[in-house]
C-alpha cells in the first residue's frame, strides 16, 4: 500500500508518535529508507482541531512581530461534520490557509457500510463503530440515513463508490480541502484514490448540500434574511463592489 501511495504521487503521511502507539513512526521509518529526502520535510507549520478566533489572533500575532504564522488547517471535516462552515472554513478562506480534513468519511459512515449501501469492499469487516466502546461516536441517526441516502444517490448516477463520491465533494468546498484517507488494504486505497478524477455536477451538489446542511446560526443565519442585510450595508450593498 505505500508502494502504491508512493506511486501515485503522495509525498506527505499524516502521522504521530501516539498512532498505534508508535508502530506507526517506526513502520514509515523502514519504509522510507533510502528515499526519505523523497518525502515532505517541515518546512511551514500549520495548525490541527483549534477555535478560528485562537488561529485568527495567533496568524496576527505572527505578521505583526515577523514570526512564521500558520500556512494551513487541519480540521474534521466530512459532510456529516459540516459544523467546521460556520467560522473555521471562512477563517481559511480569509487567512489563506490550506485545509486537510481528517475522518473524511467520518469514521467509514460515509462508506454506507452501516447502512447496507456499501461496496463488497468497503463492508468488509465489522466497522469500528460497531463495538460498544465507539459507538457513543455514531452520528445522530435520522440526519445521517439522509445523508447517505443522497450519496447513494449521487453513487447510482455517476457509477461510483459511495466513499469517492463523499470524498470528491471536499474539492468542490468554498477553499482547497485535502482528505486525509486511510486504509486498511490495497483495493481499499485504490477506491478511495479514484476520487479524484470523478467530476460531481452542480445537481449532485445539490443533492449533497441539501442533505447535509446545517444552521450556522447567529449572526449568520440573521443576515440571510433580506431586512437586516438591507440595514447592515445602509441600502448600498448593490453598490458595493465586494
Not at 500549520?46 to 500556512?71: C, E, K, M, Y
Not at 472554513?89 to 459512515?109: E, F
Not at 469500528?128 to 466502546?133: A, G, K, T
Not at 449521487?154 to 466513499?163: F, Q, W
Amino acid at each position: 500500500m505505500y508502494d502504491a501511495f508512493c506511486e501515485a504521487g503522495g509525498n506527505f503521511i499524516d502521522t504521530a508518535n501516539l498512532y498505534t502507539n508508535g508502530t506507526s513512526e517506526s513502520f514509515l521509518g523502514e519504509f522510507m529508507e533510502g528515499h526519505r529526502k523523497g518525502m515532505v520535510q517541515v518546512l511551514y507549520t500549520d495548525i490541527s482541531d483549534a477555535p478560528a478566533w485562537w488561529i485568527a489572533q495567533a496568524n496576527t500575532l505572527a505578521h505583526l512581530r515577523g514570526w512564521s504564522p500558520f500556512v494551513g488547517l487541519q480540521i474534521e471535516y466530512s459532510l456529516i461534520e459540516r459544523t467546521v462552515e460556520r467560522e473555521l472554513i471562512p477563517m481559511a478562506k480569509t487567512l489563506n490557509l490550506g485545509v486537510t480534513a481528517w475522518s473524511p468519511l467520518a469514521r467509514g459512515v460515509l462508506t454506507g457500510k452501516y447502512h447496507a449501501h456499501a461496496s463488497s469492499e468497503a463492508s468488509a469487516g465489522p466497522g469500528r463503530l460497531n463495538n460498544d466502546m465507539a459507538k457513543d461516536f455514531m452520528p445522530e441517526r435520522e440526519r445521517t440515513e439522509r445523508i447517505v441516502a443522497a450519496l447513494k444517490t449521487v453513487s447510482d448516477e455517476t457509477g461510483r463508490s459511495i466513499a469517492q463520491v463523499a470524498l470528491a465533494w471536499h474539492r468542490y468546498r468554498p477553499v482547497p480541502v485535502i482528505p486525509i484517507i486511510g486504509a486498511r488494504k490495497l483495493s481499499q486505497f485504490q477506491d478511495k484514490l479514484a476520487s479524484f478524477d470523478l467530476t460531481l455536477s452542480a445537481d449532485h451538489l445539490t443533492t449533497l448540500d441539501e442533505a447535509s446542511r446545517i444552521e450556522l446560526g447567529f449572526p449568520y443565519d440573521m443576515y440571510a434574511k433580506a431586512m437586516p442585510r438591507a440595514v447592515c450595508y445602509g441600502g448600498l450593498r448593490d453598490q458595493i463592489r465586494a
